[in-house]
Each structure stands twice: as C-alpha cells, then as structure tokens.
C-alpha cells in the first residue's frame, strides 16, 4: 500500500522557519515534488527532487528559490522542505507528491501519481 505522510507544519512568525517531513511506503524510484495550496487558490509547485540518481537534481519554484531546500533521506524514505524566512504569502497546506515516471519537475499536478495528506503552513506578520 503507498502511502506519504506529512508531518512539521505548523504556526510561525514572520522571519521564521519549518521543516516539513513525508515518509514514503509502498514506492521506490519515484521523483518527489512539493506543492502547497493556499486558501481560495489553486495548488502550486513548490520544489521536486530525484529519487535514486546518483547526482541528486532539484528544482524550485522562483517564489521559495533561495529561502526552501528540498532534500532527501533515501534511508529513511523521506524526503524535507526546509522553509527559511517564511513570509505570510508562504501560508498554505503543503502536499508532497510521487511524480509519475518521466515526469520530475512537473508543475502540472496531473502528473503526479499519489498524493500526501497535505500539512498546514501559517506564517503569521
């Protein structure tokens, strides 16, 4: 059975930081992105990582570009979004995501084959 599971969303200030976490079961060789979903607005990109390449490949979305680290754990089966300097727009549930084969990077969500939880971002002024 494939589940992802997130967990270290939480409440925040202005200026601080989270460290998102999703545990990965049932899958393997899957890419993994980060999306989030703010209140009335659609869900967005936020960061994908490659799974099992040897040279890790990351991408970001330019509004988290220099402030989110996507890493991961292939240990563990997790991968983290480090979120620094966290501002009010940064609030929102934040799902990680198993991109479908060829499909890392994608901003499209239909692209992704499972779906987290989600874990919810407040990042208050």
């Known amino acids: 059975q494939v589940q992802l599971v997130e967990s270290g969303g939480g409440w925040v200030q202005a200026g601080g930081s989270l460290r998102l976490s999703c545990v990965v079961s049932?899958?393997?060789?899957?890419?993994m992105s980060w999306f989030r979903q703010a209140p009335g607005k659609e869900r967005v990109f936020v960061a994908a990582?490659?799974?099992?390449?040897?040279?890790?490949?990351?991408l970001y979305a330019d509004s988290v570009k220099g402030r989110f680290t996507i890493s991961r754990d292939g240990a563990k089966n997790t991968i983290y979004l480090q979120m620094n300097s966290l501002a009010p727009e940064d609030t929102a549930v934040y799902y990680c995501?198993?991109?479908?084969?060829?499909?890392?990077?994608?901003?499209?969500?239909?692209?992704?084959?499972?779906w987290g939880q989600g874990t919810q971002v407040t990042v208050s002024s």
């Open positions: 995501a198993a991109a479908s084969p060829r499909r890392y990077g994608s901003r499209n969500e239909n692209h992704y084959a499972y």
């Open positions: 049932g899958l393997s060789d899957y890419d």
């Open positions: 990582i490659t799974w099992n390449d040897p040279v890790v490949g990351v």
